[in-house]
């Protein structure tokens, strides 16, 4: 009950991390090799890094467009176009772009606390007091130090600007 796609995938999988070592060995890190892919095709790298590297063109062409990485968490536009990181217009659906990049920032505030001391409460955006979420963390869930330079470079401010002010326009 193998299909050619599935035997593709057991192949690569097997492969990949053969691959991440002899890039490892030569002085490069996947992620390294990844950057350079930003602004090209993306193939070749896993899936959470596939995820994150196209966030990353879609926050870079938000940013051509309003001048700034403050996306509202309801961005009209079902994607934004990576490959002429121009934003369609005539999309219906709502962007989660914004959703992601408030993803991004509560992640590099985990990892801020976690650096210094796990909090015994968090308050969440409702001002309502949490446990914090101290386990070990998965890939999606994980915000590297490569990850939180791209971020940086692309001009990503960790702390939002959007909380006072409105989103109208966008």
């Keep these: ?14 492969c990949k991390p053969m691959d991440n070592r002899l890039m490892t060995r030569q002085g490069r890190t996947p992620f390294q090799a990844a950057r350079r892919l930003m602004n090209t095709e993306i193939s070749g790298i896993n899936r959470y890094e596939r995820h994150f590297l196209e966030r990353c063109r879609e926050l870079k062409a938000f940013k051509r467009k309003f001048g700034d990485c403050h996306v509202p968490k ?3 536009a079902s994607s934004l176009n990576s490959n002429t990181d121009k934003i369609s217009s005539n999309e219906y ?21 976690n650096e210094d001391g796990c909090p015994l409460h968090v ?16 890939p999606t869930t994980t915000l590297t ?4 330079q791209i971020l940086e470079e692309i001009g990503l401010e960790w702390e939002s600007k959007l ?5 109208k326009g966008r």
């Design 1 to 14: 009950n193998f299909s050619l796609s599935t035997l593709e995938r057991k192949v690569s999988s097997f």
């Design 74 to 76: 309801n961005m009209k």
């Design 93 to 113: 659906d709502f962007c989660s772009l914004g959703r992601w990049v408030k993803e991004q920032r509560v992640l590099y505030r985990t990892n801020k606390e």
């Design 123 to 138: 308050k969440n955006e409702h001002g309502i007091d949490r446990p914090p979420s101290c386990a070990p963390t998965s």
């Design 145 to 148: 130090e490569e990850r939180t």
């Design 163 to 167: 909380r006072f002010t409105s989103n």
